[in-house]
């Protein structure tokens, strides 16, 4: 039977991290996998992660399994700080291996629902792609942005979204766009609230980077606007970045809206999917998040070294975007686009020669992750890339 497989390519962003490790220069640069690192291009376990950490080592008294639906503290304070304290409409959240697990629970209880279609941005990250199709719901695309002017195409993106069907699922990411950084305004936000809500569509939203663009507050504000528009919502989240948990695979899938009894029927239908798929989540990334969110110290002190995490982002990005100035019409762009990524107009041979010729490794679609950055590599990175940008 094996014999009957064709061999699988491995994941292009993946594969990246591979290729990178095994390049010996010691002046490589890593602006591939979106993970933050900081000035020594260590990626840190978070001080509130490390102290929550002792607290369990301390105080957890079983491994025994946790609730079907995972850990309701967990789930309902992590809802606090993604959807805030009062929302306004019902909510019920399952714990999710990671964002991507989340997303896969949202699409298995779509199809589940018998809805058939997802519409997703141009560009989007490309596990979105595979995820939906993996759960069998038909992919449409809305134009989100156009990479050689590096704009938000927020009236092609409307006028797609009018042509969508009631009962439609349409994926928004809640901030620091993957792979663009090119945010939705408020009143955009606005506008698409009041498109999903008289349409009957479904927001499908994904919340990865919450922290990393404005703030937490304001990194939550267009996800808000939407869910308090819509009749129903999902909201996928991923504590990856945001807790620095990416190998814990820590998340949370929220059904959002509907009376209480609808999304307790939402919530038990997701506890299904994920029986099947791989029984429970793991317990111990959302028992620290449970612990920093619960223990006033520790939140507050999560929440200055995010906030520290975002300095350093913007820095760089203005940096970087500095180095660039005039060289390049889209660096103005680049300077306020927000979180870990931009996308840059690049050809695939240009790429390839920048991993080949200068140890810089990034994925072919010309995506950069901004975090993988030293500020002593600004300027030496800003002069190979003018040359390619245009
Ligand atoms: C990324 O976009 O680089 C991250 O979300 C990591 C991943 O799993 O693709």
Redesign the pocket.
């Given at each position: 039977m094996f014999d009957s497989l064709s061999p699988q390519p491995q994941d292009p962003?993946?594969a990246l991290i591979g290729l990178y490790n095994s390049d010996t220069r010691t002046d490589k640069v890593d602006l591939g996998?979106?993970v933050f690192r900081d000035e020594t291009g260590h990626t840190p376990v978070m001080r509130a992660v490390k102290a929550a950490e002792r607290v369990l080592l301390d105080t957890q008294d079983s491994k025994s399994y946790v609730a079907p639906e995972g850990d309701r503290v967990f789930i309902d304070l992590l809802w606090t700080v993604v959807g805030g304290t009062d929302c306004g409409k019902a909510v019920a959240g399952v714990q999710a291996p990671g964002g991507?697990g989340a997303l896969r629970l949202a699409a298995d209880l779509l199809a589940k629902a018998g809805k058939t279609r997802v519409w997703v941005g141009v560009p989007t990250?490309a596990?979105h792609l595979g995820i939906f199709g993996s759960a069998g719901l038909s992919v449409q695309t809305y134009p989100y942005f156009d990479v050689p002017s590096q704009a938000v195409q927020f009236d092609r993106m409307t006028a797609a979204l009018e042509s969508a069907e009631a009962g439609d699922a349409v994926l928004l990411h809640a901030s620091c766009h993957?792979?663009t950084g090119a945010q939705l305004t408020a009143a955009q936000w606005a506008v698409v609230a009041e498109i999903v809500a008289r349409k009957g569509l479904i927001p499908l939203i994904d919340s990865?980077y919450q922290g990393f663009g404005a703030g937490l507050e304001e990194d939550a504000a267009g996800l808000r606007t939407v869910i308090a528009a819509a009749a129903e919502s999902l909201v996928a989240v991923s504590c990856s970045k945001f807790f620095g948990l990416y190998r814990e695979r820590t998340g949370a899938v929220y059904a959002v809206g509907g009376s209480q009894s609808a999304v307790e029927t939402a919530r038990s239908n997701l506890v299904t999917i994920a029986r099947t798929s791989y029984s429970m989540p793991p317990d111990h990334g959302s028992a620290v998040v449970r612990t920093i969110l619960a223990t006033p110290e520790l939140k507050a002190d999560w929440i200055a070294e995010l906030n520290d995490m975002r300095g350093r982002l913007i820095s760089l990005r203005q940096g970087l975007a500095t180095a660039i100035g005039n060289h390049w019409a889209g660096s103005t762009a680049v300077a306020g686009q927000q979180g870990m990524f931009s996308l840059l107009p690049m050809k695939e041979a240009d790429i390839l020669a920048l991993r080949k010729d200068h140890g810089i490794y990034m994925p072919t679609s010309g995506r950069i992750?901004i975090a993988g950055l030293k500020q002593a590599d600004v300027a030496r990175v800003a002069a190979t890339f003018v040359p390619l940008l245009g």
């Amino acid at each position: 039977m094996f014999d009957s497989l064709s061999p699988q390519p491995q994941d292009p962003l993946l594969a990246l991290i591979g290729l990178y490790n095994s390049d010996t220069r010691t002046d490589k640069v890593d602006l591939g996998v979106g993970v933050f690192r900081d000035e020594t291009g260590h990626t840190p376990v978070m001080r509130a992660v490390k102290a929550a950490e002792r607290v369990l080592l301390d105080t957890q008294d079983s491994k025994s399994y946790v609730a079907p639906e995972g850990d309701r503290v967990f789930i309902d304070l992590l809802w606090t700080v993604v959807g805030g304290t009062d929302c306004g409409k019902a909510v019920a959240g399952v714990q999710a291996p990671g964002g991507s697990g989340a997303l896969r629970l949202a699409a298995d209880l779509l199809a589940k629902a018998g809805k058939t279609r997802v519409w997703v941005g141009v560009p989007t990250w490309a596990n979105h792609l595979g995820i939906f199709g993996s759960a069998g719901l038909s992919v449409q695309t809305y134009p989100y942005f156009d990479v050689p002017s590096q704009a938000v195409q927020f009236d092609r993106m409307t006028a797609a979204l009018e042509s969508a069907e009631a009962g439609d699922a349409v994926l928004l990411h809640a901030s620091c766009h993957n792979p663009t950084g090119a945010q939705l305004t408020a009143a955009q936000w606005a506008v698409v609230a009041e498109i999903v809500a008289r349409k009957g569509l479904i927001p499908l939203i994904d919340s990865a980077y919450q922290g990393f663009g404005a703030g937490l507050e304001e990194d939550a504000a267009g996800l808000r606007t939407v869910i308090a528009a819509a009749a129903e919502s999902l909201v996928a989240v991923s504590c990856s970045k945001f807790f620095g948990l990416y190998r814990e695979r820590t998340g949370a899938v929220y059904a959002v809206g509907g009376s209480q009894s609808a999304v307790e029927t939402a919530r038990s239908n997701l506890v299904t999917i994920a029986r099947t798929s791989y029984s429970m989540p793991p317990d111990h990334g959302s028992a620290v998040v449970r612990t920093i969110l619960a223990t006033p110290e520790l939140k507050a002190d999560w929440i200055a070294e995010l906030n520290d995490m975002r300095g350093r982002l913007i820095s760089l990005r203005q940096g970087l975007a500095t180095a660039i100035g005039n060289h390049w019409a889209g660096s103005t762009a680049v300077a306020g686009q927000q979180g870990m990524f931009s996308l840059l107009p690049m050809k695939e041979a240009d790429i390839l020669a920048l991993r080949k010729d200068h140890g810089i490794y990034m994925p072919t679609s010309g995506r950069i992750n901004i975090a993988g950055l030293k500020q002593a590599d600004v300027a030496r990175v800003a002069a190979t890339f003018v040359p390619l940008l245009g």
